[in-house]
């Protein structure tokens, strides 16, 4: 998940006003340079170059990224992504057709530019899959027709769903409800993350993901109707997810969207997640009872050094009396030599 500062937001398309998020059209460009097919007038060539080339190509306009998507004998493939859909019309008609001359190749390349290709299928497609299964009902062993109505969400960043006001990152149930309820109503929401005994079963996977610094969230959308999910999945189909903040500067984000196929809101899926909940807890109480045993252990163990310094204090005790006793032998010793010189001084 990469976030990306937003210089042109004209095309951006109003999703919930009170959480200030919008839909911003993916603006991709799919560049191929057609490499020469004689084996014997390749050369060894940097990407950067090329890049190079098909970067002055569009000048002054620019592409806010650029990637190389592939690389084979016969085509170097970049991926170009631009500000607006409008700027990809315009960079296609700069680079479609035209014939680039790098160094050390005797013959011009040709440049081929179209417009990328979303992966992303209609919901029509959607539905004939799931339908063509011939899933079995929860109750029943005879085949259904199961129409698609829950919706995957997978890199959502936290800072943007949650309360607003708070200074909580973490994402609200309450706030995604809204946004998307937008397309009609909703009958299930599910945040895995906010699910403590769910995250120890998740570790390790995309789920609560951290890239640069920013924390993403997936969530299941289940709708009451299929219509509802047919309008969210046309509405979010080649999208960006895009905050305008109150300074009035927009960031934007790719997230992914698909159709839940895994069930997530069936009773069975649902007992599952009970079940694992229920044995991450009995493992968590007995982990406690383990650290409270440990505990018990310790205190024993300073306890019984207590009564060693017990036996320090009368050894103590028995160190002071025998020093009092010296005491009282040296007083004494003292006494008789004072006796003794008083008597010697007597007789003179």
Known sequence: MTVTLVCDPSEAMELCASQQLYLKPVAKLTISVMLPEHASSLRAFSKWEVMDKL???????????????????????????????????????????????????????????????????????????????????????????????????EGLPCKWFALKGSDSETPSEEVLREVFGSFGKIKNIDIPMLDPYREEVLRGSKNNFLFRGWRTFDAFVQYQESASFSKAMEALKGMKLMFKGDDGKALACNIKVTSDTTRHFSETAINQRNLERLTLQGLERERKREESRGKKGMERKRHDGDDGDGDDGDGKKKMEKERGSLRSRDGGKDRWIGMKNAQESSRK
């Not at 479609?96 to 530019?113: C, R």
Request: overall charge negative.
């Open 55 to 153: 970067k002055n190509m569009i000048c002054p306009d620019q592409f806010t990224s650029v990637k190389v998507s592939k690389s084979t004998k016969g085509v170097l493939r970049f991926e170009g992504e631009a500000e607006t859909k409008r700027l990809v019309g315009s960079l296609k008609e700069k680079l479609h057709g035209k014939m680039i001359k790098l160094n050390g190749f005797k013959e011009d390349l040709q440049v081929l530019a179209t417009e990328a290709l979303l992966d992303f299928p209609a919901p029509q497609e959607l539905e004939a899959d799931l339908s063509g299964r011939g899933l079995l009902g929860e109750d029943s062993a005879e085949p259904r027709r199961e129409v698609p109505d829950c919706i995957h969400l």
